[in-house]
């Protein structure tokens, strides 16, 4: 394995020994590869995935698009879909990447479209 991701993997680690998501406050983990983007809700007491989205989903209905509006497109998606499973309040987990880019896209559009980290 690189260095690389043996230190995302350490920052990771890291994150996840205080951020703990549960059904009423899911935590938003987002894994992004250098061509796609997956966002999901996690409630972490019960091993559960709540709801998720990526970026091979909205690519077949929305065309072509940069990676930056993808991002963006999956994080209004997914805070609609919690929003009608009634979950308003979510903990963010960026998952050892930097906040910036589609990691930050995601977030911002979450937010915008309702959630509060």
Do not use: W
């Not at 690389?4 to 059904?23: D, E, L, P, S």
């Not at 409630?43 to 065309?63: A, C, M, P, R, Y």
């Not at 497109?73 to 050892?96: H, M, P, T, W, Y």
């Amino acid at each position: 394995m690189l260095e690389k991701q043996r230190k995302r993997q350490r920052r990771q680690k890291r994150i996840r020994a205080k951020v703990i998501g549960t059904k009423k406050c899911p935590r938003l983990s987002i894994f992004r590869s250098n061509q796609h983007i997956h966002v999901q809700l996690i409630d972490d007491q019960k091993g559960q995935t709540l709801v998720s989205s990526n970026d091979l989903k909205i690519k077949t209905v929305k065309g072509k698009g940069s990676k930056i509006e993808m991002a963006t497109e999956i994080g209004k998606q997914v805070a609609e879909k919690a929003l009608e499973k009634k979950i308003n309040k979510i903990v963010f987990d960026r998952s050892g990447y930097k906040y910036h880019g589609r990691v930050k896209a995601v977030a911002e559009a979450a937010r915008q479209a309702g959630l509060k980290f």
